[in-house]
């Protein structure tokens, strides 16, 4: 009888007395951290068109410019101690990236040589660079006379490699300005009453 009186006592509380009269809590439901309203989605669409954007266009850029870093480590490369041959290693390097920058202004090997190829040369580079000056022309008669070259020497050759580099790493290419053939540049490499604006 006593068993029973205990087992009466006891019921569901597993033995504790004080549980006896508590009530179960039910958990609350679970949170949702998804947009609960069409101004949020709208917001996280124009975000994801934004990232998607800037991806792409510094993939773009990334692309367009592959051109600038292979220059840029080939003439690291380049045994800068051989002034006999710096002049035209530099000259070849330099029209390769106009060819490649420029495709927009159909330059001619014609075009890429000379006064006026040290005047468009600094026009890429909104005059950050001075191969229009005395140093540029001795290293375009250095490509042809032996007298020049003769006289082309180390110090000309540092100056020569320090102005190569600040181009390729300067210059402003036909994508980023978006021009169109017969712009600026196209006008100053054409035409001969721009060559010795710096020497007038």
Partial sequence: MADVDNANL?????GNLLLRDMVQINAPEQISFLPQTWGWLVVGLVLALFIGRYL???GQKYW??????KLQSKLLAYDVSDCSHTPRFIHQLLQQACLQAYPKQSLTAGQLQGPAFLVFLDSCTQDSTEFDSAIGELW?????LPL?????????????ILSTQRWLKLHIDDAEL????GSELGTELGGNEH???KHD
């Fill in 10 to 14: 006891v019921g569901d509380a597993f």
């Fill in 56 to 58: 792409l266009l510094a």
């Fill in 64 to 69: 367009r410019n592959r051109y600038r870093k």
């Fill in 140 to 144: 375009q008669q250095a490509l042809y």
């Fill in 148 to 160: 020049a070259l003769s006289e082309w020497s180390a110090s000309h050759n540092q100056v020569l």
């Fill in 178 to 181: 978006g021009r169109e053939p």
């Fill in 195 to 197: 060559v010795h604006n």
